[in-house]
T-cell receptor, first 111, second 115 residues
Framework: KQEVTQIPAALSVPEGENLVLNCSFT??????LQWFRQDPGKGLTSLLL?????REQTSGRLNASLDKSSGRSTLYIAASQPGDSATYLC??????????FGTGTRLTVIP | EAGVAQSPRYKIIEKRQSVAFWCNPI?????LYWYQQILGQGPKLLIQ????????DSQLPKDRFSAERLKGVDSTLKIQPAKLEDSAVYLC?????????????FGPGTRLLVL
């Protein structure tokens, strides 16, 4: 069974800093990996999806990378803003139907 | 475009009581998912529907949980009887195809507290 781990569980940074969130998964036979954002009391919003054949995806200040062989993905956030404060979840799709989620990293960006 | 709607947003019940959650997916989305998210954990898939058929319910505790998607649109998830460990946020998501490249769109969730 796929196990997904996210480190750190929580992170606080001052506004303007660049930061990296980490995600690791045990089964490298994945179709893709997604990064989601979850705000308190709200559902999940998909940020980036990296196919297994890709190494990275970019959207604005966000860049996600994927290294299947080592079972790792990172989410890089450039020039962080207070509005980036949220919980970030990664999820691997190891089968056609099922997303396996990590436990998330709670990010706080301090003004 | 309207998003995934869920109700109620919050529910408090006592153990052994029954509870039901409702989800209205994005119009035209064929797939519908129910996830359980326990505090401090990531969401865990409970059941996936493709139109009104069940694709995957391998992680649904069938002795107490049931779900249906009549007419392939709205869905309800029921817990009967509830246990303390069922306290969680129940998330509904929908997607267009169910394939491995699908993006899932999530509703705001229903927060359940079992006392």
């Amino acid at each position: 069974k796929q196990e997904v781990t996210q480190i750190p569980a929580a992170l606080s940074v001052p506004e303007g800093e660049n930061l990296v969130l980490n995600c690791s998964f045990t089964d490298s036979a994945i179709y893709n990996l997604q990064w989601f954002r979850q705000d308190p009391g709200k559902g999940l919003t998909s940020l980036l999806l990296i196919q297994s054949s890709q190494r990275e995806q970019t959207s604005g200040r966000l860049n996600a990378s994927l290294d299947k062989s080592s079972g790792r993905s990172t989410l890089y956030i450039a020039a962080s803003q207070p509005g980036d404060s949220a919980t970030y979840l990664c999820a691997s799709r190891a089968g056609a139907n099922n997303l396996f989620f990590g436990t998330g990293t709670r990010l706080t960006v301090i003004p | 475009e309207a998003g995934v709607a869920q109700s109620p947003r919050y529910k408090i019940i006592e153990k052994r009581q029954s509870v039901a959650f409702w989800c209205n997916p994005i119009s035209g989305h064929a797939t519908l998912y129910w996830y359980q998210q326990i505090l401090g954990q990531g969401p865990k898939l409970l059941i996936q529907f493709q139109n009104n058929g069940v694709v995957d319910d391998s992680q649904l505790p069938k002795d107490r949980f049931s779900a249906e998607r009549l007419k392939g649109v709205d869905s309800t998830l029921k817990i009967q009887p509830a246990k303390l460990e069922d306290s969680a946020v129940y998330l509904c998501a929908s997607g267009t195809s169910g394939g491995y490249q699908e993006t899932q769109y999530f509703g705001p969730g229903t927060r359940l507290l079992v006392l």
